[in-house]
C-alpha cells in the first residue's frame, strides 16, 4: 500500500488541491485516515479542524474505516419509484447488515446515496463507484457473489 | 429517431470522443479556428446573437455573461459537470458522445474572455467520465487543436449543492461546497477571486456548431426565446427510458408519447416532474406545451436540467415528494437558516402527512414556511426545495387530503 504522506505529497502543487487528495487516499484506502487528514492539512497550508470540515462536508468521503467493496443504494426519486426500497432490504438481508454499517469480516459496507447519473437503467447501486444497472431484490445475491 | 435533432449528439458512437483526430474528421475545431480569427467584441457578440441560453438551469444568454467580465491579467473558464440534479445524465452523456466538442466549447469561450485556463469540476460519481477527459484532454492537446488554452480536470465529492456555481467555485479551491454571497458574480469575481465565466457542459459544447454555422441558423432552431437543442433524460414509468436531443420547441406531451413511447404496461398518466428533483409536477391538462425554459415558466413550471420523470396513475404522489423532501433536507450545505431549518421542518411535515397524522393546518404550514424559503434562502436549493411539495399540493391536493387525519 502507497504510504499516505507520498499520495499527498504528489498532489502539493495543486491549489486547493485538499480534495484531489482526499480522493486519492481513499482510493488507496477506502477512507480517509486521521493521520492523514493531519498530514493534507499540513502540506495544503490549512488547520487541522478545515481540513476535517472539507473530509466531512462531502458524502462522497469517509472519515470512518469501511470495507474492501462500497455498496452504495441509490434512493433518488426514478430509483424510488423503481423499487429502491426493496432492493436496499435485500441487501440488509443478504448481508445481514444495516445501512451504514459494515460485514464481520470487512468486506462489504453498505451506503446510501443520491442519484448517481445512471437514471437510464434504475434502480442502481454502485459498488466502489461502478454502477450497477436494473438492480431487483432477486438479483441481489447473484451480484455481490462477484466480488470476493 | 426521426422526432429527434441531433446536434450535439450528431456523430454519437461512431466517433472515439477521447480521439481528437475523430472530431476532426467530422469536422471538429473548425469553429475554435474560426473564433480565433474574429476580434473578441464580434465573438461575443455572435454568440450572444444566437440566442445561446444557460443548459443548466437559469436560462442565462451565454454571450451576456461573457459581456461582463472585465480586463484582468488572469480569467477562467469552468465547465459544470456536477450533473447533481436526480434524474439527470445528459452531460455525462455528452462527455462520452462528444467530450471533444466541449473542449473545444471551453476554448472558444476562453478566447472570448481572454483566459488560457479552464477547469471541469465533474462530480465524483464520474470517475470514468474523468478518466475519459483527461485523455481526450490529452489527446486535443497532441494535435495542437487547443493552442494555448489548457484544461484541467477536477473532482467533485458527493454534495448536490456544489452545482451552484459559487459552491462549485469554493471547491475548487479546496473548501467546503458552500454558496458564496452575490454579488460579487463569478464574472466579475470568482475562482481565486478572478473573473470566471461558470458554463454548463451543454452550453459549452454548442458552441462549435454555433461558430461554424452560424448565430443566425442556431437563432433559427427551436423556440424562438430559447433556441438551440436540448438534451432531455427520460426516466420513471415511460416505455422508453433513455437520453434524447430535441429542438427546444419540442412538446412535453411528444416526449413523454412519442420519444418516450407512452406509458408502461398500459397505464394511464398522472404527472410528469420535469428540471429534475426541484422541478414541479405537472398534471395532464398541461402537456401540451413546448419544453423550452419560457413556456415551462409560463406553466409554473421548469426546464432546469431537462430530467423528466413521468408516473403512472397508480404512484402514490405524498409519498414521492417525501423521498424528495428527504433529498433537500441531506443536501442542505447549512450555511444559512432558511434553508437549513426549512428543509429538516419540510421533510418532518411531509413524514407526518405521508403517515396520515396531518391534519389541514399541517398543510397551512408547510405552504407558509414554502413561502419564507422562496424568499429568504441564499441559493437556488433552499430557493427550489419546496417546487415540489407546493406543486403537488396545487394539481393532486386530493392526494394530500386523502392522507390527512379527519379534522382530528
Ligand atoms: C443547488 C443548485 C444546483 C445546481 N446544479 C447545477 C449542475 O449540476 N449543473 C449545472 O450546470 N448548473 C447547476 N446549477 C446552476 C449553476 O449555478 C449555474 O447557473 C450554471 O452552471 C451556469 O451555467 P449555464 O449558464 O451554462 O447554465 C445549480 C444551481 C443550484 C442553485
Ligand atoms: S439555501 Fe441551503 S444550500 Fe443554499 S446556502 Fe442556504 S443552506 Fe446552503
Ligand atoms: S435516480 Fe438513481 S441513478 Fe439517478
Known amino acids: 500500500m502507497a504510504n499516505y504522506k507520498d499520495i499527498i505529497n504528489s498532489l502539493q502543487d495543486k491549489q486547493g488541491g485538499i480534495i484531489e487528495a482526499f480522493h486519492a487516499l481513499q482510493r488507496e484506502y477506502n477512507y480517509i485516515p486521521e493521520e492523514a487528514i493531519t498530514e493534507a492539512a499540513k502540506v495544503f497550508g490549512v488547520s487541522q479542524a478545515q481540513a476535517y470540515g472539507v473530509a466531512t462536508f462531502y458524502s462522497y468521503l469517509s472519515v470512518e474505516k469501511r470495507g474492501k467493496y462500497i455498496i452504495r443504494m441509490c434512493e433518488s426519486a426514478p430509483c424510488h419509484v423503481a423499487g429502491a426500497d426493496a432492493v436496499i432490504r435485500a441487501i440488509e438481508k443478504h448481508l445481514g447488515i444495516k445501512v451504514g454499517e459494515t460485514t464481520a469480516d470487512g468486506k462489504f459496507t453498505l451506503e446510501l446515496t443520491e442519484c448517481v447519473g445512471q437514471c437510464q437503467a434504475t434502480p442502481v447501486i454502485t459498488v466502489n463507484s461502478e454502477p450497477v444497472f436494473n438492480v431487483s431484490a432477486v438479483k441481489v445475491p447473484e451480484i455481490l457473489s462477484a466480488y470476493k | 429517431m426521426a422526432e429527434e435533432m441531433r446536434l450535439l449528439l450528431e456523430h454519437a458512437d461512431k466517433i472515439d470522443p477521447r480521439q481528437a483526430e475523430d472530431y476532426i474528421k467530422v469536422g471538429g475545431y473548425k469553429g475554435l479556428e474560426k473564433a480565433r480569427q474574429m476580434n473578441r467584441k464580434d465573438l461575443i457578440q455572435e454568440v450572444k446573437s444566437s440566442g445561446l441560453r444557460g443548459r443548466g438551469g437559469a436560462g442565462f444568454n451565454a454571450g451576456m455573461k461573457w459581456s461582463f467580465v472585465p480586463p484582468a491579467p488572469v480569467k ?285 393546518a399541517d398543510i397551512n404550514n408547510i405552504l407558509l414556511l414554502a413561502k419564507v424559503m422562496k424568499r429568504a434562502a441564499l441559493c437556488g436549493l433552499g430557493q427550489a426545495a419546496p417546487i415540489p411539495i407546493t406543486s403537488t399540493i396545487e394539481h393532486f391536493g386530493h392526494e394530500y387530503r386523502r392522507k390527512l387525519l379527519q379534522y382530528a
Open chain 2, 76 to 360: 477562467y473558464v469552468v465547465c459544470n459537470l456536477d450533473e447533481g440534479e436526480p434524474g439527470t445524465y445528459k452531460d455525462r452523456i455528452i462527455c462520452e458522445k462528444n467530450a471533444q466538442a466541449l473542449l473545444e466549447g471551453m476554448a472558444i469561450c476562453g478566447t472570448a474572455i481572454e483566459s488560457k485556463q479552464g477547469y471541469i469540476y465533474c462530480r465524483g460519481e464520474y470517475p470514468f467520465v474523468v478518466e475519459l477527459l483527461n485523455k481526450a484532454i490529452q489527446s486535443a492537446k497532441a494535435v495542437g487543436a487547443l493552442g494555448d488554452f489548457d484544461i484541467e480536470v477536477r473532482m467533485g465529492a458527493g454534495a448536490y449543492v456544489c452545482g451552484e456555481e459559487t459552491a462549485l467555485i469554493e471547491s475548487i479551491e479546496g473548501h467546503r461546497g458552500e454558496p458564496r454571497f452575490k454579488p460579487p458574480f463569478p464574472g466579475v469575481a470568482g475562482l481565486w477571486g478572478v473573473p470566471t465565466v461558470v458554463n454548463n457542459v451543454e452550453t459549452f459544447a454548442a458552441l462549435p456548431y454555433i461558430l461554424t454555422k452560424g448565430a443566425e441558423w442556431y437563432a433559427s432552431i427551436g423556440a424562438p426565446k430559447y433556441p438551440g437543442t436540448k438534451v432531455l433524460t427520460l426516466t420513471g414509468d415511460v416505455n422508453n427510458p433513455t437520453y434524447f436531443e430535441v429542438p427546444t420547441n419540442y412538446l412535453l406531451k411528444d416526449v413523454i408519447y412519442k420519444l418516450g413511447g407512452g406509458i408502461k404496461n398500459g397505464k394511464k398518466f398522472k404527472a410528469v416532474q420535469v428540471g429534475g428533483t426541484s422541478g414541479a409536477f405537472i398534471p395532464e391538462q398541461n402537456l401540451n406545451t413546448s419544453i423550452d425554459f419560457d413556456s415551462m415558466g409560463a406553466i409554473g413550471a421548469a426546464l432546469g436540467s431537462g430530467a423528466v420523470l413521468v408516473l403512472d396513475e397508480t404512484r402514490d404522489i405524498v409519498d414521492i415528494v417525501t423521498r424528495i423532501s428527504k433529498f433537500f433536507e441531506h443536501e442542505s450545505c447549512g450555511k444559512c437558516n432558511p434553508c437549513r431549518e426549512g428543509t429538516f421542518r419540510c421533510r418532518e411535515i411531509m413524514e407526518k402527512i405521508n403517515a396520515g397524522r396531518a391534519t389541514e
